[in-house]
């Protein structure tokens, strides 16, 4: 494989990088899905490649691990998102009250979701 290979191959995976940071920055989930597809593909490239250079290889490292920060936080906040439906959910679903001895009680609500007060 000749160097400008290695420089092509270099060159596609910086820009599909950079284009992934800036979806994973916007929230733009169906691009990120399609860009892993190309990034794969590069890597791949990359690694049948002999004649590597240390120095382009750092800089791609260093904007794989920034992704991978971003695409963890993403997926942290997506789960936080879950969770906190999940709670509403629970919440529209029961009702907790506490005695007077402080004792937590739930109390499953209809299907309806509506409650009955009587005087």
Do not use: W
Not at 1 to 30: H, I, Q, W, Y
Not at 69 to 84: C, K, P
Not at 100 to 116: F, T, Y
Request: no cysteine; aromatic share 2%; hydrophobic share 40%.
């Amino acid at each position: 494989m000749s160097n400008t290979d290695f420089s092509n191959v270099v060159d596609a995976l910086d820009d599909v990088l950079d284009a992934e940071r800036e979806a994973l920055l916007t929230g733009n989930l169906e691009k990120i899905g399609r860009l892993l597809e190309q990034k794969e593909a590069l890597i791949e490239e990359l690694s049948v490649l002999e004649e590597l250079e240390a120095k382009p290889l750092q800089d791609l490292t260093g904007k794989l691990k920034r992704n991978q920060d971003l695409l963890d936080h993403a997926l942290q906040g997506i789960r936080s998102v879950a969770n906190r439906l999940a709670a509403l959910r629970r919440v529209r679903s029961t009702l907790d009250t506490y005695d007077s001895n402080g004792a937590k009680r739930s109390i499953n609500l209809s299907q309806d979701g509506s409650v009955e007060k009587r005087a």
